[in-house]
């Protein structure tokens, strides 16, 4: 049975770092593709970041772009987020994702399994 497990949120200052974590069990990342998405109140879905199931192929959201960085620890069957130079426009629960693909999707709806999402708050 797949589980996500989201950690790491917050409340933080403007320019300020943070990591989440997304602890799985039930699969490998050899066969899954992972995404980050956040979604704020009253919008939609973002994609923040994927990766691809060999590690060879990341995207980022243009919005987090330069700031933001996925990383994966297979023997830990963990997928981090560190998030950078923090932004009031970041906050947002933030979820990582698991679809059984060869390349992340950045649609939010191609994705199968999800984790309960972290809140991330950046304010002064």
């Known amino acids: 049975q797949v589980h996500l497990v989201v950690s790491g949120g917050g409340l933080v200052q403007p320019g300020d770092s943070l990591r989440l974590s997304c602890v799985f069990s039930?699969?490998?990342?050899?066969?899954?593709?992972i995404g980050w998405f956040r979604q704020a109140p009253g919008k939609e879905r973002e994609f923040v970041v994927g990766?691809?199931?060999?590690?060879?192929?990341?995207d980022y959201g243009d919005s987090v772009k330069g700031r933001f960085a996925i990383s994966r620890d297979s023997a830990a069957n963990t997928v981090f987020l560190e998030m950078n130079n923090l932004k009031p426009e970041d906050t947002a629960v933030y979820y990582c994702?698991?679809?059984?693909?060869?390349?992340?999707?950045?649609?939010?709806?191609?994705?199968?399994?999800w984790g309960q999402g972290t809140q991330v708050t950046v304010s002064s």
């Open positions: 994702a698991a679809v059984s693909r060869i390349f992340a999707a950045k649609n939010w709806n191609e994705y199968t399994y």
């Open positions: 039930g699969f490998t990342l050899s066969s899954y593709a």
């Open positions: 990766i691809a199931r060999s590690g060879g192929t990341i």
